[in-house]
């Protein structure tokens, strides 16, 4: 049974989107950046998920009035096109970007955990080759720990009737 009405519940999923947005940024030092949701299939910026060959990108011609139409790909993954996006927006060692990724992935498993639609965030940070240790990955956990809890504070302090038995809040921190 539904603890918020369904308007309450879409208040709470982007107030709670952006709070978690704005605290990523803040704990991890990113900016918010727009990616893109089309791609020119030449671009080399596009991941492709497969390595059989059995799941393939949304492909359709843009550019009506152009003389040659540009050859599209719906993205379906951004991991290329962050490492350029970081340069592009002049992120030194420290400082990273944030995005809100969309996708359609047509040839994707559907399941519990998958679907056709994807919208989920992804992050890249510029770090030095010797920050890449055990460490360092530890506090970038603590940093994103903090703000999920953070989240879910947040949450139950704005939409009270979140607040149940069924579901327990999250330890205050991680233990490794």
């Not at 950046?33 to 060959?53: A, E, T, W």
């Not at 991991?79 to 944030?98: D, S």
């Not at 010797?130 to 989240?151: F, S």
Request: hydrophobic residues 35%; contains cysteine.
């Amino acid at each position: 049974e539904p603890l918020l009405t369904p308007r309450q519940t879409m208040e709470a999923l982007y107030e709670v989107k952006r709070y978690i947005e704005d605290n990523l940024c803040k704990e991890l030092n990113l900016i918010m950046v727009q990616c893109p949701l089309i791609m020119d299939k030449h671009s080399g910026f596009n991941d492709y998920l497969d390595r059989d060959g059995s799941r393939t990108p949304v492909e359709f011609p843009a550019g009506l009035g152009l003389e040659k139409r540009i050859e599209t790909q719906v993205v379906q993954a951004v991991t290329k096109w962050k490492r350029w996006a970081l340069k592009q927006y002049g992120c030194e060692v420290g400082q990273g970007i944030n995005t809100d990724m969309r996708a359609v992935r047509k040839d994707y498993f559907l399941d519990h955990d998958h679907s056709s639609y994807v919208d989920q965030w992804d992050w890249e940070k510029v770090i030095k080759a010797e920050d890449r240790t055990l460490d360092t990955l530890k506090d970038v956990v603590k940093k994103l720990w903090k703000v999920i809890k953070g989240a879910e504070q947040f949450a139950l302090e704005n939409w009270p009737a979140l607040r149940s038995d069924k579901y327990p809040e999250l330890p205050d921190e991680l233990t490794f």
